[in-house]
């Protein structure tokens, strides 16, 4: 093989491996909150859905346990019967319970990049430590992580600036359809998510995702100072 192609490889190989690092910690962020019944029990609690939908709060708690379930592949259906208004009626009607099928996709598509993500991490460091060394690889890892910093920061900006077009187009990317659009008079599932709590997820997500980076920088710094201590005492 020669040099050009090498060095070629070399390169690609880095790239792919700086492309994955920022996919490998939105998609693990993302899959930890999305099955986080302490997420949705909180938002539950700060916006006072329990006063606002007449469902009890361990009615509410069962709701974040079958979401849960449901988007973790344990459930079949999100539906379940709840007391409205001293009445036993199921919670969701059928164009909610149809929002929900997509919004299982989503997360499911999520597990899948979290997955192949983490191979391909795996694949390029190998690769890239044996072909060009550690500090390398630590190179990679750090440029990765300035990336998704980078990136995250972009969206925190947009965010403060206009939440709700951010939020409107990561609906229209995501979905096919109009059945998000739902109705606060009647549709429990909007009641029991009103925008705050998605502001307040995004927020935490972001957050989470911004100090993941700033770990991982830190982490392969210490590594590469450890690395060049230990070559200069040798």
Do not use: C
């Not at 329990?50 to 079958?66: E, F, G, H, M, P």
């Not at 592949?73 to 007391?83: E, F």
């Not at 998510?193 to 980076?213: K, M, Q, R, Y």
Request: aromatic content about 10%; proline content about 3%.
């Amino acid at each position: 093989m020669n040099s050009t192609l090498l060095k070629l490889i070399s390169s690609l190989v880095f790239i792919i491996l700086i492309v994955a690092i920022p996919i490998l910690i939105v998609a693990t962020t993302v899959q930890v909150y999305s099955h986080s019944e302490a997420l949705y029990t909180a938002g539950f609690e700060k916006y006072n859905i329990s006063q606002r939908t007449s469902i009890s709060d361990i009615q509410l708690r069962q709701v974040a346990k079958q979401m849960v379930d449901y988007f973790s592949g344990k459930g079949q259906t999100p539906q379940l019967t709840v007391n409205k208004h001293g009445e036993p009626l199921p919670l969701y009607n059928e164009k909610e319970l149809i929002h929900m099928e997509d919004v299982r996709n989503i997360v499911q598509l999520f597990t899948i990049l979290q997955i192949v993500s983490i191979l391909i991490f795996i694949g390029m460091a190998i690769l890239i430590y044996v072909m060009n060394g550690l500090e390398k690889l630590l190179m990679g890892i750090q440029i990765g992580a300035i990336v998704t910093g980078v990136l995250t920061g972009v969206l925190i900006i947009w965010s403060l600036i206009d939440f709700n077009s951010l939020f409107l187009l990561f609906h229209y990317i995501s979905f096919t359809n109009n059945l998000w659009v739902l109705d606060p008079a009647k549709d429990y599932l909007i009641m029991m998510f009103p925008e705050g709590f998605f502001n307040d997820a995004a927020i935490l997500i972001v957050s989470s995702i911004l100090i993941e980076a700033a770990i991982i920088w830190v982490a392969a710094y210490l590594i590469k100072m450890v690395s060049i201590r230990k070559a200069s005492a040798d």
